[in-house]
C-alpha cells in the first residue's frame, strides 16, 4: 500500500489509504490487511485471544506395502497453546482437507469456531477448497511468505517437542501405532507437561489435593512420558 502511495507521489497525487484499497479491490485485488511496516509481535499481540496457528508434520510409518509417510496435521490456538490434531493419513488430498475444514469450523464444537485469524503457510495441501471453506465461515487467512518458519513459531515450537519428546524415539507399524501414540502424547501435553512459554505451568492442571497426599507416578507410551502428582484421598 506504501508502494502505490509512494508512486504515485512521485507523479504529484496525493492519495489516501482508504481511496487506494477501494480502487483495488474494484479491480478484485484484496488490499493487504496490515502496513508492511506493523511488527509481527505487534501484530500478534492486538489478535492474541482469537488467533490460531496450523501445521503439518511428517512420520514415516512401517506398512505391508512398505514404509509410507503419514501427515499429522494440527491446529494450535496461540493463546493457551491448546492442540487439537485435526486428522492423519498418508493422503491429505483436497477432498481430506475440505471434510478437515467441515469439523473445525461445527458450530458446536469446532477448533476454530472462536477464531478470526488462521496462520498457514503455502504448503500446497492447504488446498483452495479448504481455504475457501473457512473463508466463508468469516476466518481471515494469514498466508506467511515462503521459508519463514520464525513467524509460525508456536506451531514449530509444537511440532520440535512431539518429535523430541514421541514421535522421533519410536518405530511405527500401521497407522493405528501412530494415532496412540499421538493421543497418548496429546494427553500429556495437554495435562502433565509444564510448559516453559506458559509460566512453566500445566495447561489444563487438576485441582490441588489438600491436604498433601503420597506422590504418585503416571506413565504413558511404556514410561516415555512420566508425570508425578498427588493422588487424592
Known sequence: ????????????????????????????IEPPERDRHTRWSTFLKARWECLTATDFLSVEVHTLKGLITHYILFFIHVSSRSVHIAGITPHPDSRWMTQIARNLTDIEDG????????????????????????????????????????????????VRSIKSECLNRMIFFGRDSLQYA????????????????FENRLLHPA???????????????????????RAAA
Open 111 to 158: 477448533f476454530l469456531r472462536r477464531t478470526q485469524y488462521l496462520i498457514l503457510d503455502r504448503d500446497t495441501k492447504y488446498s483452495a477448497e479448504f481455504r475457501a471453506a473457512l473463508v466463508r465461515d468469516g476466518i481471515h487467512l494469514i498466508r506467511l511468505p515462503p521459508r519463514s518458519p520464525n513467524l509460525n513459531a508456536f506451531a514449530e515450537r509444537f
Open 1 to 28: 500500500m506504501q508502494s502505490i502511495r509512494g508512486a504515485l507521489a512521485n507523479l504529484g497525487h496525493e492519495v489516501g489509504r482508504g481511496t487506494i484499497a477501494n480502487i483495488l479491490r474494484e479491480h478484485g
Open 182 to 197: 499421538t493421543s497418548q502424547f496429546m494427553s500429556h501435553y495437554h495435562a502433565e507437561r509444564n510448559h516453559q512459554g
Open 207 to 229: 485441582p490441588a489435593i489438600t491436604p498433601p497426599q503420597p506422590v504418585r507416578q503416571r506413565q504413558r507410551l511404556g514410561g516415555m512420558l512420566n508425570y508425578y502428582y
